[in-house]
């Protein structure tokens, strides 16, 4: 169990860390994260290949000799599956030795540096899944001494260009002489601070609607096969009409990204999970039945790194059946 001074209950010393730039300065470049309770901490933030630079210092807790077998630091990546919960994966582990085994007499600073780490997942905290980065700080005890070790969390974010050309989403559905639409989106791509842009042409009603709203879904997956596990979260709702449409109508959309609570899409992350997000168009009749149809879109975080920002709502109600 940790405080806020760095210690540890049963350590024989306390550690803390700062981060560090090239020019010795401290690291300023930080990601608001989500915590379970849902209060926003702020993590130190980096990107694929970067340094990752700071200073460590140890202090003994005791009056008496403070010996050790040696101090060193951990980059840690790893993967944790709420069904393997206490059995992480991990895809990154790199060590520096900071000191040899000996006497710590008094408190004492250590430089430490990770260049060019690969760092090629984001970091994520998931229903299901959580993929993290962090320091590990270890003092190896000696006789009595128990050993003293701290987890520092680093967050990671990846970036991309899109260099396919756009391409729109077209597709005509309905129910066999009651209902004709056709849906059109902009894209099948956005960037996470991106707007969807379409619109809904009604060809045949013969339903008494009610309302008509679009929904971002995201599905998480981890495992594969038989063994695969699902999670489905409806991050956002967004009514787009309200009221009776009739033949030729056509409703326009246009939803605006930035305000909900995205990731990019993942697709096989180490081979243990994948995020998926889909945009969800339901309509609902005076009875309060929903027809649905979804189409998956793909999310991706832009080169300049701007972050969503706010959380998006989660309401969902019962679904009757497909368009």
């Known amino acids: 169990m940790k405080n806020i001074l760095g210690l540890v209950q049963g350590a024989a010393a306390r550690i803390d860390l700062e981060f560090k730039n090239e020019r010795g300065q401290p690291y300023k470049k930080t990601a608001p994260v989500k915590t379970k309770t849902g209060e926003t901490e702020d993590i130190n933030l980096f990107t694929n290949k970067d340094n990752i630079l700071g200073e460590i210092r140890v202090t003994p807790l005791t009056t008496k000799k403070f010996e050790h077998q040696g101090i060193r630091v951990q980059l840690v990546g790893q993967i944790e599956l709420l069904s393997e919960r206490g059995s992480p994966h991990d895809f990154v582990n790199l060590v ?49 001494t128990p050993d003293s070790r701290r987890d520092f969390p680093i967050w990671v974010r990846n970036y991309e260009k899109l260099h396919e050309p756009t391409v729109p989403i077209k597709m005509e559905v309905g129910i066999e002489d009651c209902l004709h639409i056709e849906f059109e989106y902009d894209n099948a791509k956005y960037h996470l601070r991106d707007v969807v842009v379409g619109k809904i042409n009604f060809l045949l009603v013969r339903i008494k609607l009610k309302y008509m709203e679009i929904e971002i879904k995201r599905k998480e997956t981890t495992g594969s096969g038989n063994t695969a596990h699902n999670e489905n979260d409806t991050i956002a709702k967004h009514e787009i009409m309200d009221g009776a449409p009739v033949r030729s109508e056509s ?70 059946g497909p368009l």
């Open 96 to 144: 520096r030795e900071l000191a040899p085994g000996g006497e710590l007499p008094t408190s004492k600073t250590f430089p430490f540096e990770f260049r060019n780490v690969e760092l090629q997942y984001d970091s994520y905290r998931g229903s299901q899944v959580r993929c993290r980065y962090l320091l590990r700080v270890t003092v190896v005890g000696k006789g009595m």
């Open 251 to 320: 409703i326009p959309i246009r939803l605006y990204l930035s305000p909900f609570d995205l990731t990019p899409t993942y697709r096989e992350v180490h081979n243990k999970f994948s995020v998926r997000y889909f945009l969800n168009l339901v309509l609902v009749d005076e009875e309060d039945r929903r027809y649905f149809k979804q189409q998956e879109i793909v999310l991706y975080r832009k080169e300049d790194g701007a972050p969503p920002s706010g959380p998006g709502t989660t309401t969902q109600g019962p679904e009757n």
